[in-house]
C-alpha cells in the first residue's frame, strides 16, 4: 500500500484543523458533535459480529473493537481535563499510553457496549458541562506533558469534536469496504 493510501487511511477526515478564531458558532457546533456521537456510534456498531469487531481499520491498525474502546478511554480523559482545567490555573495534565491502552485485555476483548454506554455516560456529563461554560472557561487552559504546551478548553473541544469524527470514520469505512452495510 502506498503511503498516500495508507495516510488516507490513517486520517479518513484529514487531521484537525483549528479554526485561527473560535467563534460560539464552532463552540455550538462541537458540542452538538459531542452530544449526538455515542448514539450515532452505537448505531453504527450494534450490528458487527464478533468476527467483524476483530477487524482493523487499516493495516497494522487497532480493531474495531479497540477504536470503540480507546474512544472511550481518550474522551474520559478529555472530561477529566475539562475539570482539572477549569478548577486549576493551567494544570499540567496526566499522558497515557493509548497505543498499550489499546493491547490490554479490555480493549481486546471486552465487549463494545461497555464502553458505549461509558460514552453515554461521559457524554451526557461533558455536554452538560460544556453547555454551562462561559467564554472566559473556554480561554481556560492546561499543560500537555508530551508537547509542554498549553491547550486551550475552547481548541480541546475542537479536537474531541474531531477526534469523534476521526473514528467514526475509521469504522464507517470499514463497513462500506466489506459491503457490512
Sequence with gaps: MDSKALEQLKYPIGKFD?????????????????????????????HLSKEQLETPYRPGGWTIR????????SHHH?????????TEEKPLIKAYFEDRWAELSDSKGDPIQMS??????I???????????????????????????????????????????HHYAHIENVIKQKGWA
Aim: charged share 25%.
Design 18 to 46: 483549528c479554526p485561527d478564531q473560535i467563534t460560539e458558532v464552532h463552540i455550538a457546533e462541537w458540542i452538538s458533535i459531542l452530544e449526538k456521537f455515542p448514539i450515532r456510534l452505537e448505531a453504527l456498531v450494534k
Design 116 to 121: 458505549i454506554e461509558h460514552l453515554k455516560a
Design 78 to 86: 478529555s472530561y477529566s481535563r475539562f475539570k482539572w482545567a477549569l
Design 123 to 165: 457524554h451526557y456529563k461533558l455536554v452538560n458541562l460544556l453547555k454551562s461554560m462561559s467564554e472566559d472557561d473556554f480561554k481556560r487552559s492546561f499543560i500537555h506533558p508530551e508537547t509542554n504546551s498549553e491547550v486551550f478548553l475552547d481548541y480541546n473541544l475542537g479536537n474531541y469534536a474531531w477526534h469523534s469524527n
Design 66 to 73: 479497540q477504536t470503540v474502546h480507546h474512544i472511550s478511554d
